[in-house]
T-cell receptor, first 111, second 111 residues
């Protein structure tokens, strides 16, 4: 059974600081997704990582995937208040066609 | 119009009642999913379908059933609702090797 662990689960940052969210998973996979959820809202896709060593960047967020270590990271650079949200990683088991979600990291960016 | 539409958006029902949540998508994807989200937790997969004739149980299917009426429509039923099925329910669709697109969610309360 695929297990996905995110840490930290809660993160309070000051604006302008950098931080990294980690997503570890337990079985072989080469497909990993990052989503953002604002309070009371749906999930929206941030990044799709489909191969070992994949790196994607959008604004102040950068995601990477190391399939050998079974680890993905979401790095936040110079955080701003608008980044406050819950971030989920989701891992798709090889040939399964379905994803298992981590419990989410709730990020609060303070002035 | 939204890519994935869920109805109703909010519903309060009594214990023992049957309820159906509906989902339709305009992305043209074959894959559709039903997830449940509880406070502080990630999304847990209830059922998923890769095409009209292919329906599979997810990790928490007990107490739920689904129907795939067409490529674009995937409904979730609670045959006899119980209070611990109170949750936020999301429908999603995806293509192969691609991110999921989520509906806006249905907030279900069972009293």
């Amino acid at each position: 059974e695929l297990k996905v662990e995110q840490n930290p689960l809660f993160l309070s940052m000051q604006e302008g600081k950098n931080y990294t969210i980690y997503c570890n998973y337990s079985t072989t996979s080469d497909r990993l997704y990052w989503y953002r959820q604002d309070p009371g809202k749906s999930l929206e896709s941030l990044f799709v990582l489909l191969s070992n060593g994949a790196v994607k960047q959008e604004g102040r967020l950068m995601a990477s995937l190391d399939t050998k270590a079974r680890l993905s990271t979401l790095h936040i650079t110079a955080a701003v208040h608008d980044l406050s949200a819950t971030y989920f990683c989701a891992v798709e088991s090889t040939n399964a066609g379905k994803s298992t979600f981590g419990d989410g990291t709730t990020l609060t960016v303070k002035p | 119009d939204a890519d994935v539409t869920q109805t109703p958006r909010n519903r309060i029902t009594k214990t023992g009642k049957r309820i159906m949540l509906e989902c339709s998508q305009t992305k043209g994807h074959d894959r559709m999913y039903w997830y449940r989200q509880d406070p502080g937790l990630g999304l847990r997969l209830i059922y998923y379908s890769f095409d009209v004739k292919d329906i599979n149980k997810g990790e928490i299917s007990d107490g739920y059933s689904v129907s795939r009426q067409a490529q674009a429509k995937f409904s979730l039923s609670l045959e006899s609702a119980i209070p611990n099925q109170t949750a936020l329910y999301f429908c999603a669709t995806s293509g192969e090797n691609a991110e999921a697109f989520f509906g806006q969610g249905t907030r279900l309360t069972v009293v």
